[in-house]
């Protein structure tokens, strides 16, 4: 079994995707072990610092890599397994950061009014018992919450030689912030440069639907990915697959438009996977789709389309990866 | 234990909230059995009735009521209790209606190319096993999906003396096509008239998130609403609420707003019955909201937002109205 | 000459589109003079009048009708010539309403920052010199401004049975805050209900493009209309035509929308009026068609595109109505 | 006089914002001739060249540059001052390009419907007599439009280590496709990087509002430029000056927000430049601010805020950078 581990010094860590070397180079069928850091680059440790002081623009959401897979070349599909996603620390911030959520004003939608106040709330994270500690700021208001670990960033390096911030969601992935993308999932990227060079980042402890006040229960973690290479298949959006479930993902403002690649994806994807014809497929689709809601804060807005596979009969999807990644990853675990 | 059973014919149905004298007054505390036709007024009943053909705009989506109760005055909030919702026919149907659904140009996000093809879909219900059968049109492909009824529509009439269109959600309700609706539900609705005048229809066995493609598996249902009357408490957007849940609703467009609406209404609502601090209340529901998507098709988009009654500890909601209409509806299932 | 003088009450003003009994009968040809009040209701008369203390809500944005226009059916359109819009007082109003305009949280995009100040500016017109008079309210800083009066509503009953608040903007007119609907324009609304029921109101002396603020130089107008009837031609959408130019709308959120609504009626009117293919007047329309900013603060946004009559060599356009109409109003003036 | 003279051969061109060497250095009060591909790249010429077949993506907007300007940091600002803008061929070309433009499915915004006809029109330029000819394909429909030349194009390198397409604007300009950049307009360009890096590119011979078809008159161009400097000022979004109008520009989804951006930097610019309270200068930008329509076809839509000068008072506005260029480039046309 390869496995690569992987720890980050603050200044490997990188904030686009595109525009840097490889910091490792993989084979497919490798397990990488890898720290990432949280979207605050680990600056924020108490209610006293401020983000808008401790962080440095652009120098916001770091990623852990990019990594090369060899082999993998334009028109091919990176599949990332996340096998395990585990807080790297006892606790977690967040914060309203002035100018960013769905309630305020921002860059993009901007107001009049001055920002909401700068604050700062700190997660006890309880790994064994699988919760997370909300306390409120302005009262002695504490509660328990699910822990449910997640990256709200993956992606590869973008398509006609951009380099894009880490923070901005789009056809190469990035800053996606879907709770859906949990361990157990297997994430498909479409490569559009050699080796794909793709990175990880910004850890959730967990995370609401939308992300409403623009940061969810950032953590750093360490995570674990079973890597796959599918040659000569084209994902034209980041998809992912779970046990039960297929998903397509989009990305755009306003957020219709995401919702609309998301199941325009999702119902050509189902009609090639069973051969249903497209009215068919968009029929089932819609009695049976979900659609979670990933992120309402960033630069473009996430949704998910989300079709039990049970509806599939049994269609193969990408050559099985999901199920042979996951299979890597259980070695992996059962080694461990 | 009052109640009233109510079948319409075909000509008492309505098409609008507001402008129509009510077809029962009742008190609260009733039970009301009900009939509701299907959102093509029940003429497609096999694929070749086509809806543009049989159907007779604005004859759409009709609503079983209005029904006046005693005593609610603009101020009060009407407590709507779906105590039960079941499929009155053996067979529903869906359809893509030309210029309608999120994958298509329509009136309102019009495109030159020519409408999709005007397909019908019938299923087969079967209630006593829990599923409805999709059968496609254009192959032999079937599948079996969790039978799971809600309405789509309900509200009261409009504020400021307007008559709407059934067929649209806003502030009073109406058109919210969310799967959330269903048995087990208390729907709170701002009274803007003398009685209120609340009506329902358009049942679904079942819907997708976004009902992407314009319509559900449309069926008439018998449906048993427990109503109660809450003197003196305003409620600006439609909420609901069950066992485990509260939920904000928000429609409009584009769908961040509604996105949006629902968010703010549900962080406010839980400052008020928490005694957070409203940024607290912020943070708490980006952690643990949820956002699950109502309709991305009509004329307004409508989303909910949904928080685990967990996290409130112990806060009163609407005087326990749910608890207590679900306790009179439970009388009532166990007398039947 | 048919002539009708109308110089409503406070009492006679209506405040929806539908839902009300016409306030006078009048046939094809008649010029009507009539006093519209401005969109408070006459009630801002100073600085010290707040809107949100001295207005009643529903009672904003008053027009004055609905007239009844003799022969009037669905299926026809109303042809409203504005022959003149005259300010009927030497002052005007505007105001910052809370939680209304362009660059605020309001209730369909909701922030949790407190509303803008509530301020209101009070202007100095001058009709003779044509000009209208700003004064800062926190500074002596003043400006003349070119005196350009338009009316923000004019709209018919709607279909379906509805009743429409006139502040928003949709299929059947309503309050598109367009400055291009001034003196010399011909106004197109398609009928929905016998006798057509159309209304004006919203006198602005000037507005900029957008009404940014949500409000524009509001104020009482003495304005004379010519009323045209064209029978068995339907009008989806307000269009409008001057000497130069035509003009659709559309009025929607997202304002994309509004501008896809604007172009498309656009483009499929140019066919139909040259006998071009419409990807060839899609093309036309799109090198040379204008795109004035109606209202981005309304409940609907309202674009308007338009084309130089130029384009169209001599095409017909809803039989000349327009230079029928202005003929009959410029015979008006000069007997005057 | 400095006059730099460059014109790119074909494998000069650039297809980046950022992410490549400057083709030359130069120096503040330097006049730079250039030549300007067109959108196409040159490759579509007849009505048979095929846009999808004959241009290879990401090879598409093709610009010139970037051109490094000596003295230029981040937080300044750099000032391009477009003395002329002349079509260098006698002909131009526009095209549907297929799931691009503003009334059909396209990328963003996906429908299932199949994308339009790929159809190319090519225009006759008339430079002497100010006018371009457009033909219909699909009769014998011609029409002469005014030439009008302008540049969708223009920008710096991004902040943030980013690599931006050119076809997409935003905060570094980009293609902004706005028929207000023609000659006689001074932009405004924050600067991001040593040397700012600006390039320019996509001429158009005239240019509709929106450009509704996703392709304007593309034109090769014979520009010329006068570049300035403005030392330790900020410029957050593309402004643009011309002899009697301050310009703020907006580029985002949906169009709403580009034109909350472009307004709300022209009020606080106005409220900067003549001491107004901010909500005094929300007043008068509401009244009398223009806001003219760029795209609402490119992958983010542009929106112009637009107001007089004539209000401003006498205000500085970037120490005169415009009246300086200016009279540099008439010196330099003079000279001529």
Redesign the interface.
């Known amino acids: 079994m390869n496995v690569l581990s992987y720890r980050p010094s603050p200044r490997d860590l990188s ?2 995707f ?2 840097r070397a490889a910091v490792a180079v993989i084979r497919p069928g490798t397990i990488v072990e890898m720290f990432t850091e949280d979207c605050f680059a680990g600056r924020v440790r108490s209610v006293e610092d401020m983000p808008s002081r401790v962080c440095d ?2 120098f916001l959401n770091p990623v852990t890599g990019p990594f090369h897979v060899e082999g993998a070349e334009p028109g091919d599909t990176l599949a990332l397994h996340f096998v395990s996603i585990t807080p790297a620390r006892d606790w977690a911030v ?1 914060a ?1 950061f002035p100018h960013f ?5 921002t ?11 700068e ?1 700062v ?1 700190r997660y006890d994270i309880d790994v064994e018992r699988g919760v ?1 500690r ?1 306390h ?4 002695d ?1 504490t ?1 328990e ?1 699910p822990l449910d670990p997640m990256h709200g960033t993956v992606g590869v390096a973008p ?7 880490t923070i901005v969601p789009d056809t190469h992935g990035g800053n996606m912030d879907t709770p859906e993308l949990r361990a157990g999932v297997t994430v498909y990227l479409g490569v559009n440069v050699e080796g794909g060079l793709f990175s990880v980042g910004d850890g959730h402890a ?12 950032e953590a750093a973690m360490d995570t674990v990915v079973a890597v796959g290479l599918i040659k000569g298949v084209v994902t034209p959006w980041p998809r992912m697959e779970d046990d039960g479930h297929l998903m397509s993902t989009g990305s ?6 995401a ?3 998301s ?3 999702l ?1 050509t994807w189902t009609s090639e996977l ?7 497929a ?12 990933g992120n ?1 804060c960033d630069g473009n ?1 996430t949704m998910v389309a989300k079709l039990p596979k049970s ?1 599939l ?1 049994g269609a193969d999807v990408y050559g099985s990866a999901h199920e042979r990644l996951r299979a890597l990853g259980r070695r992996y675990l059962a080694r461990r």
Chains 1, 2, 3, 4 share one sequence.
């Open positions: 904030y686009t595109g525009g623009f652009p967040s309203t959520g769905a309630l305020t004003g860059h993009a939608t901007p107001m009049l009014a001055p920002p909401l106040d604050v709330w997370v909300y409120a700021r302005r009262s208001f509660a919450l398509a006609a030689s951009e380099v894009r911030m967990r995370q609401g639907h939308g992300e409403v006040c623009g940061t969810a229960v755009a403002r306003p957020l219709e438009d919702y609309r690649i199941q325009h994806d119902v069973t051969g249903l014809d497209i009215l068919d968009y029929q089932l689709v819609s009695q049976i789709g979900e659609a979670p809601v309402v807005y509806c009969r």
